[in-house]
């Protein structure tokens, strides 16, 4: 076993509403791990590039317990990154705790624990990343699992539209648009998905709409 395997460097752990994927609107506890190796051009965290702190995976599990919140969320940063986050996932399911993990598919998720809900984003064109996507983890995804698409233009969307036939992506998973935030307006993309009937779930992220997305929410 990895050495770091029980060490984490944690950029922030606190208490929120989910404000994407299935879960959106419940209480959630959010551990946000440090560092991602992409820099996707709308990127909202840049903040957990760097930075953070080394802590051990029982202090962690001791302050995710003080919330007495049932909902956790895994993200970063890109939370693959870490070795030891494939150790947090199962220490957190097996405190009987529903898990999630916000992941950019760019990091091999085989190692996941199965009891874990993965969202895991494709990347578009103009993400500036969309030739980081590992389409080889489509293969291990879960019914109850995610595939988001953050869409910027309509190029993108045509691309992700694309993507949702040639990859039959409603037979791995769930499938989010969401529209970038102040890149496209919401309405535009809700109209472009009922006029093609895509079997998709449009999405709003609901921390910018409660919060302006300020940092700890």
């Given amino acids: 076993m990895n050495r770091f395997s029980h060490q984490l460097r944690i950029t922030e752990i606190f208490h929120s509403l989910q404000g994407e994927s299935t879960t959106v609107g419940l209480p959630t506890v959010f551990v946000r791990l440090t560092g991602c190796p992409l820099?996707?051009?709308y990127c909202d965290?840049?903040?957990?590039?760097?930075?953070?702190?080394?802590?051990?995976?029982?202090?962690?599990?001791?302050?995710?317990?003080a919330f007495d919140c049932q909902?956790?969320?895994?993200?970063?940063?890109?939370?693959?990154?870490?070795?030891?986050?494939?150790n947090l996932l199962t220490r957190l399911c097996d405190a009987n705790h529903a898990v999630s993990i916000e992941t950019s598919g760019a990091r091999d998720i085989k190692d996941?624990?199965?009891?874990?809900?993965?969202?895991m984003d494709l990347k578009t064109p103009d993400s500036g990343e969309s030739s980081k996507n590992m389409l080889s983890n489509l293969a291990y995804l879960k019914p109850t699992d995610q595939i988001k698409f953050v869409i910027c233009s309509r190029a993108d969307y045509?691309?992700?539209?694309?993507?949702?036939?040639?990859?039959?992506l409603t037979q791995h998973a769930q499938v989010l648009?969401?529209?970038?935030f102040e890149q496209i307006q919401p309405k535009t993309l809700a109209e472009w998905i009922l006029e093609d009937r895509l079997p998709?779930?449009?999405?709003l992220q609901l921390h910018k709409i409660l919060w302006d997305d300020a940092p700890g929410h």
């Fill in 177 to 180: 648009f969401s529209p970038s």
């Fill in 112 to 119: 996941v624990d199965p009891r874990v809900m993965i969202v």
């Fill in 71 to 86: 909902h956790v969320c895994v993200t970063g940063g890109e939370p693959l990154a870490q070795p030891g986050c494939i």
């Fill in 200 to 203: 998709v779930r449009f999405q």
């Fill in 39 to 41: 820099r996707c051009g």
């Fill in 158 to 168: 045509e691309w992700a539209r694309t993507m949702l036939t040639e990859h039959a």
């Fill in 45 to 65: 965290t840049a903040y957990a590039f760097h930075g953070g702190k080394v802590r051990e995976i029982d202090t962690i599990m001791t302050e995710v317990k």
